[in-house]
């Protein structure tokens, strides 16, 4: 405990064993997905209500001891690392659908809800909530990390499906953002500029999302294509043509030989566009027709197509573990697992160069991609005990993160900043950074928000 010993003594007064120092709970958030060291807070708390959460940050306040949000630690870039100590506040115990506004497509949850378990609640209304990044993260998580995934090129990133937060600002304030109301002229956009700020601004608290209905028809198709570009190409032509499309998905060769060995699937080991469109009947077939189409035209062959729930479901599952299935293909590794986007003009070239860095040093990485959205992924796996191959791994993402500023792009689409890609920031967005440490230290004047993610503030 050490320095932080003041306010773990006032937290354990005020949650009881709701505040732990056990080894367990210590070295369960000490790490996420991503491939940084462990990094254990000093103690975890488990509030129940928005006013436990005020509570201990106002503890924290007091003592200038560091205060980190924990949601299901899926994230790839260490944003909920405790790399200074402190608390970690884990918001498991606060996971109910606190109002449900059907007629309005809205709704407010709490944070510790995951997004599987939210689409459960709303089965029965008519309704759903569709981003959709994979994991089974928290709502409070995905909207700390602005998430997105398989269907933001229909339906959008959180920020477009965010209406309102309620949030515990560094000195133990709770305020709300945003209305239900569909549009709003009314003072500085906070919600979404907070969404997306990775704690580092404050504790979400309570979500008020934007919800849809549940498509009439909804059907998925999987086509092989001879190579990356073919697959882009007719991306980028759906695109232009406007074809409302709900997911567009690459999944590379090395990535389908690792699903292959994961999903007992048999596809072809080349590269290959997943696909599913969402309407009417009428309009389903229509868009699947015009697909087809542009999928001929530019090389595809092969289109199937999958209309029965049971394999949609089995095509999507296998997609959305392809991350386990890539790295089982080298067991006992760790991956660096980093997206980045381009705009899609130039999607083709920076998945091409990307692959050429990585086969000009005799490896292959897996890719993968919301390539509607000009968002794609790459895993780079190495042994850990390995240091030349962790710094080639270094070293690769480097380069990526360099074609993708290189081509008006972003070194993350979805991933977030975290610590792993704070040294772009000034590359990306320039004298815009000092802005955004000008608002960190606005709100958070101690520095116990999060420290050391995002942005570094003095």
Same mark, same amino acid.
């Given at each position: 405990?050490?320095?932080?010993?003041?306010?773990?003594?006032?937290?354990?007064? *005020?949650?009881?064993d709701?505040? =732990?120092?056990?080894p367990?709970?210590?070295?369960? %958030?000490?790490?996420d997905?991503?491939?940084?060291? !462990?990094?254990?807070?000093?103690?975890?708390?488990f509030?129940k209500?928005?006013?436990?959460?005020s509570?201990?940050v106002?503890?924290?306040?007091?003592?200038?001891?560091?205060?980190?949000?924990?949601?299901?630690?899926?994230?790839?870039? @260490?944003?909920?690392?405790?790399?200074?100590g402190?608390v970690?506040? !884990?918001t498991?115990?606060?996971?109910?659908?606190? %109002?449900?506004? @059907?007629?309005? &497509?809205?709704c407010a949850?709490?944070?510790?809800i995951t997004?599987?378990?939210l689409?459960?609640?709303?089965?029965?209304?008519?309704?759903?909530?569709?981003?959709?990044p994979g994991?089974?993260?928290?709502i409070?998580?995905?909207?700390?990390?602005?998430a =997105? +995934?398989?269907?933001?090129?229909?339906?959008g990133?959180?920020?477009?499906n965010v209406?309102?937060?309620?949030?515990? *600002?560094?000195?133990?304030?709770?305020?709300?953002? @945003?209305?239900?109301?569909?549009?709003s002229?009314?003072?500085?956009?906070?919600t979404r500029?907070l969404v997306?700020?990775e704690g580092?601004?404050?504790?979400i608290?309570e979500?008020?999302?934007?919800?849809?209905? /549940?498509p009439?028809?909804?059907s998925?198709?999987?086509?092989?294509?001879?190579?990356?570009?073919?697959?882009?190409?007719?991306?980028i032509?759906a695109v /232009?043509?406007? *074809?409302?499309?709900?997911r567009?998905? &690459?999944?590379d060769?090395?990535?389908?030989?690792?699903?292959n060995s994961?999903?007992?699937?048999s596809?072809?080991?080349?590269?290959h566009l997943?696909?599913?469109?969402?309407?009417?009947?009428a309009?389903?077939?229509?868009?699947?027709?015009?697909?087809?189409?542009?999928?001929?035209?530019?090389?595809g062959?092969?289109?199937?197509?999958?209309t029965?729930?049971?394999?949609?479901t089995?095509?999507?599952?296998a997609r959305?573990?392809?991350y386990?299935?890539m790295?089982s293909?080298?067991p006992?590794?760790?991956?660096?697992?980093?997206?980045?986007?381009?705009?899609?003009?130039?999607?083709?070239?920076a998945i091409?160069d990307?692959?050429a860095?990585?086969?000009a040093? +005799?490896?292959?990485?897996p890719?993968?991609?919301?390539?509607g959205?000009?968002?794609?992924h790459?895993?780079?796996?190495?042994?850990?005990?390995n240091?030349? !191959?962790r710094?080639l791994?270094?070293? *690769?993402?480097?380069?990526?993160n360099e074609?993708? &500023?290189?081509?008006?792009?972003?070194?993350? +689409?979805? %991933?977030g900043?975290?610590?792993?890609k704070?040294?772009?920031?000034?590359?990306?967005?320039?004298?815009?950074?000092?802005?955004?440490?000008?608002?960190?230290r606005? &709100?958070?004047?101690?520095g116990i928000?999060?420290?050391?993610?995002?942005v570094?503030?003095?």
């Amino acid at each position: 405990m050490g320095k932080h010993a003041a306010a773990i003594a006032g937290m354990k007064a *005020l949650l009881g064993d709701r505040l =732990s120092t056990s080894p367990s709970a210590i070295t369960l %958030h000490a790490r996420d997905e991503a491939h940084y060291p !462990d990094t254990p807070p000093d103690a975890v708390a488990f509030p129940k209500t928005v006013e436990e959460v005020s509570d201990v940050v106002n503890i924290c306040a007091r003592h200038g001891c560091p205060v980190v949000p924990w949601g299901a630690g899926t994230s790839l870039e @260490g944003h909920a690392l405790p790399i200074r100590g402190g608390v970690t506040v !884990d918001t498991s115990l606060m996971r109910q659908v606190v %109002h449900l506004w @059907g007629e309005d &497509l809205c709704c407010a949850v709490q944070p510790g809800i995951t997004r599987e378990e939210l689409n459960t609640e709303l089965r029965t209304t008519g309704l759903f909530f569709p981003i959709d990044p994979g994991a089974n993260a928290t709502i409070g998580g995905m909207t700390a990390t602005n998430a =997105s +995934g398989t269907m933001a090129v229909r339906y959008g990133t959180m920020k477009d499906n965010v209406m309102g937060v309620q949030v515990v *600002l560094a000195d133990g304030r709770i305020i709300r953002t @945003g209305t239900r109301a569909k549009k709003s002229s009314s003072g500085y956009d906070l919600t979404r500029l907070l969404v997306g700020s990775e704690g580092t601004l404050g504790i979400i608290t309570e979500i008020t999302l934007r919800l849809q209905g /549940q498509p009439e028809a909804i059907s998925a198709a999987v086509c092989p294509f001879p190579d990356v570009r073919s697959v882009v190409n007719s991306v980028i032509r759906a695109v /232009q043509m406007g *074809l409302p499309a709900a997911r567009m998905e &690459l999944v590379d060769a090395v990535s389908i030989k690792a699903i292959n060995s994961c999903s007992d699937l048999s596809m072809a080991e080349v590269p290959h566009l997943f696909m599913e469109f969402h309407g009417s009947e009428a309009g389903v077939a229509e868009d699947a027709e015009r697909m087809a189409e542009i999928v001929a035209d530019n090389g595809g062959n092969g289109f199937k197509w999958a209309t029965k729930a049971e394999d949609r479901t089995r095509l999507w599952h296998a997609r959305h573990n392809a991350y386990f299935a890539m790295k089982s293909m080298k067991p006992g590794s760790v991956g660096i697992s980093t997206d980045v986007c381009v705009p899609i003009s130039s999607l083709a070239r920076a998945i091409e160069d990307t692959i050429a860095d990585v086969e000009a040093h +005799g490896w292959t990485a897996p890719i993968v991609g919301h390539v509607g959205d000009g968002n794609y992924h790459t895993l780079f796996l190495f042994d850990p005990k390995n240091e030349k !191959d962790r710094t080639l791994a270094m070293k *690769l993402t480097h380069r990526m993160n360099e074609r993708a &500023l290189a081509l008006d792009g972003t070194v993350t +689409g979805e %991933h977030g900043i975290g610590i792993g890609k704070m040294e772009y920031m000034a590359a990306e967005h320039g004298e815009a950074v000092s802005v955004m440490a000008a608002v960190k230290r606005a &709100l958070d004047p101690e520095g116990i928000m999060n420290p050391g993610k995002v942005v570094e503030v003095n």
